[in-house]
Every structure is written in C-alpha cells, then in structure tokens.
C-alpha cells in the first residue's frame, strides 16, 4: 500500500482519532437543523461547513428546470403540534424535527382523529421510534410519532398546526473545487437534506468536509470537485448548471452513511468495470477491509443521477451498511448515539486512501493503435535499467495493447502482473519514443 500523503501531525491526529472526535462534534453541532431539500437549514449547515472549508453557497431559483425536473418552492417552518382537548401537546416539532414531514403545507386546523388518522406515520415494528418521511413532490401533509404515543390518542378532536411556508425561494448547494495539476476531475458527492439523522446524512458531510481538508493541505494531480447538496434534486441541478464540463470529470464518488460501525460498501458503476470499480476494489482488498461490492442498481443516492444514460459519469458509492440494512434507517433511532467517532475517522482514513490511488490513476493513449508498432526500428528492445529485456518487451506490449485512455496504468500493472514502478519507467520510455501520449490532454473516453 502507498503511504499516505498527509503532513504527519494531521496523520498523527487521525491515528488518535482526535479528526474522528472531531467530526462527531461537528455531526453534534449540526444535528439539531432542520434541514430538506431547500430552506433555511440547509443554509445554516453550509454556513457552518464554511467555517470548515472555503465552500460556495449556491442559490438556484425556484422555478429553474433542470432536465425533467424543476427547482421546487423552497419550504421552510416555524413550528407544528398536535393539541389534544385539554391542551396537551401530543406531538411537538420543537421536541423532534423529524416529527413533521419534510415539505407539509401549512394546516391549521381542529379535527377529529379519524379525519386525521391517515396523516399520522408510525413505524410499527418500534414503539418508541418516529419514522421520517417526506412529501417533497405531492402538496400533502402529515405528521410521524411514536406508535406508543398514537396508541396513547383517544378519539375525539385535536388541535393540529403546521407553521410551514412554501414560497419562490431558492435550492442551495455549496461547491469547492481545489485545483490539481490537471484540470481533470475527481467529483464527491454528498447529500445535505436530512433533517436529524446523524449517520444518513451528517456523518457524510462530517467525512467529506475533512476529507476536503486533507486535500486542500496538499498538491494533487487532479483537481477535486466537492458537491454538498439535497439528494436526487440537487445532484440533478448541479449536473445541470454543469453540463458542459463534465467531459473533465475522471472518477465520481458518491459518500454517504459512514458514522455507523459496519462493513464498507462500495456500489459500482452501471458497467461493473469502470477503472474507479477496479480502483477502490484494490484499495479495500488492500488495506484488508471487510469490504462489500454492491453491483448497480438504478436505487439509492445521487449515483442515480450521475449514472443516468445521458450523463453516465464513471460514479462509484462509498457507504458503510447502506439504507435498506440498518433497521435505524430514516428513523429517531439514526441519531448522535448511533455514530462513532472512531467509524467516522476510519472512514477518513479509507477514503483518503481512495482519493490517494484515484490521484494516482494515470491514462495512456497509444498514439500508433492499429497493430502493434515495431519496437526494433526505435531502439525500445536494447536492454536498460536493470530489467530483463524478456520482461521490458512484455510491459511494452501490455502498455501499448491496454493503453486506451481508460485503463489506468495501475489497472494495467495488475492484469500485466508486474510491479507499477516499471510500468511507470517504460511508460516514460514509450512516451519519449512517441508512442503513447497522456490521456488527461485529451477528452475522457468511454466509461464501458
Ligand atoms: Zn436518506
């Protein structure tokens, strides 16, 4: 495995966890912001990001289309309950977030409980858990409690108000990009929009916000893109506001749900054999990781989007145990008691590793493709630098067959079976002779 390049007191301080201690603080701090695809919550987490990294905040009108969609009205709140009779709070948002669906119109109004009974969301299968649930595309509304705390409701009328506004505003997303030797890019990805849920949603803003840090310390090859915004509309907004430059984008990386103790997921692109599938393989088997390769499937996060036929970006997913395997999922139970600081700085950890190889990946184009270019006429069979001639002719010749601008030279070096460092050297040689010309120069190749 390379080292890791981070200076050694930031190194040090991951070893000790005080980044993973850290991050939770940062989670803790943002936990209590009621956040959703628009609004003021989501502001506030990207002001408070700011004071981490140099992020910009983006404001897109309500009203924008982008593709198929349109940017929403944008919703904010003051406050909702339900009364009961005697003027006893049932249910407050004061006390839970999630206790309002995310995008509820503004209700006002008393009303048997059987006319409201279909508006109240309970998880079943957990007394004391209130589920999160959201309207963000129907004008509905509705409340989630405990299902101890609906059993508990007698009929009879309730007082039920929701101070919710929906008006012309704007969808806001913060964007940092830190600028490499190529303007070739590396985009992460990472929602913005939950509510109170600490590992789906802060846990991949707390480890993609130091993972910014580390970059920005030190000099890249690539210039990483970081997107922190709601999840489906705003990836489907930025890919909009930037379509005419995602021909520079290499690899993309969605990051999400890394707070809770798990085994890392990574889910793969459409393809299955995009270079970033064989790259962050080889990261995870290498580091010795407990690893789960998930195969594509057209549900999940924002990968949906950056993989779409249209787009089809190289998009990968990094998540420790994904949505549909932890019970806590969009649930109460997803709170600051669930992540642990050291599975945050594990996380770091592994994905510096990532951006470390992904950094890495170097694309050849062989400029002479069709048969194989004679080595003897250009001297490329003399004997140099200590490697046998047997081998030297053999790396030229997998070079040259796999040097397609989208196999990475890393990627190369596995299939070959020798070491990187001399396909590096003889990569150099074949660049002078000529016959192969950087990729990066070039407009990204097909994904497949
Ligand atoms: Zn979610």
Known sequence: MRSIRTSTDLLALIMDNGVGQEMYQFAADLFPICRSITGDGVRETLRRMQQEVPLKII??????????????????????????????RIVDFADNNLHVVSYSVPVDATLSLQDFDEKL????????????????????????LAQSVRESMRPGDFRVKIESRLEKGNLTYGELLIPGQSSSEILIYSHTCHPSLANDNLSGLAVTIWLAKVLLGRSNRYSFRFVWGPGTIGSLTWLANNESMLGKVKHALVCCLLGRPGAL??????????????LVACVLKDRGEDAVLLDFEPYGYDERQFCSPGISLPAGRISRLPNDQYPEYHSSADNMDLIRSSTLGESLDCLQAICDELDASKYYLNKSPKGEPQLGKRGLYDAVGGMSPKDRQLIMLWLLNQSDGVHSIQRIARRAEFDLDQLRSVAKELEGAGLLMDADTGQRGSTK
């Not at 982008?66 to 940017?71: A, K, L, M, P, R």
């Open 121 to 144: 969301y309970v998880d079943p299968r957990h007394d004391d858990w209130i589920p999160y649930r959201t309207s963000y595309y129907s004008q509905d509304w509705g409340f989630c």
């Open 59 to 88: 404001e897109v009108p309500s009203g924008t289309d982008v593709f198929d969609w349109q940017v929403p009205l944008e919703w904010n709140i003051d406050g909702a309950y339900i009364e009961d009779a005697g003027g006893r």
């Open 265 to 278: 997921h990574y889910k793969q692109t459409p393809s299955g054999v995009s270079d970033i599938d064989e």
